[in-house]
């Protein structure tokens, strides 16, 4: 898949910078070192446009979703070499390389997986809950998250899964 997109003629000028637009602000000690000093970003249009279908069709077809996600609204600090999902809509985005195709490649695969951890989120009432049950799955695989994305039905293994099964809407 990566070669294909590389040869894609598209997206071989893109960096994963084409995915986020910076807002100017910066974070605040609001959740810590993920977000202190950090760029402030949100989607560019066309993510939103190409993600947020996922999240409406999935609370239509199940009313009993905790709550609607709205893609457009989620904010993203910037930096670092890894990226989480810190709360309902705010993504920690590891810092996108100049490297072109790759950078997109590699950054759009984090966004996939961290908007498949806030619609799990969506479905599961919002943070606190999400991440009661990840602690206890990490606390499973004796604190070794590594194992949690080998480990079927795992929030981590299922944010893998999200982002396997949608990688087509954003590399296309």
């Known amino acids: 898949m990566k070669k294909a997109l590389l040869e894609d003629p598209s997206l071989a000028n893109r960096t994963g910078w084409d995915l986020i637009e910076l807002t100017g602000e910066r974070g605040g000690d609001e959740y810590g070192a993920y977000s202190a ?7 560019q249009d066309w993510v939103v446009d190409r993600m947020q279908p996922i999240f409406d069709a999935a609370a239509e077809a199940d009313p009993r979703q905790a709550s609607a996600y709205d893609v457009a609204a989620t904010k993203i600090y910037v930096g670092g070499s890894q990226s989480h999902s810190i709360d309902f809509g705010v993504i920690q985005l590891a ?6 195709g790759d950078s997109f490649f590699r950054i759009g695969l984090s966004v996939l997986h961290e908007l498949g951890h806030q619609y799990q989120m969506a479905q599961w009432a919002g943070y606190g809950f999400f991440k ?12 070794q998250v590594g194992k949690l994305y080998s480990t079927p039905y795992t929030f981590e293994w299922d944010a893998d899964q999200f982002r396997d099964r949608y990688a087509g809407m954003l590399f296309r």
Request: hydrophobic residues 35%.
């Open 132 to 143: 009661d049950i990840w602690d206890k799955q990490l606390a499973q695989a004796g604190g």
């Open 95 to 100: 810092t996108p390389g100049s490297d072109a």
């Open 37 to 43: 000093g950090r760029p402030i970003a949100r989607f």
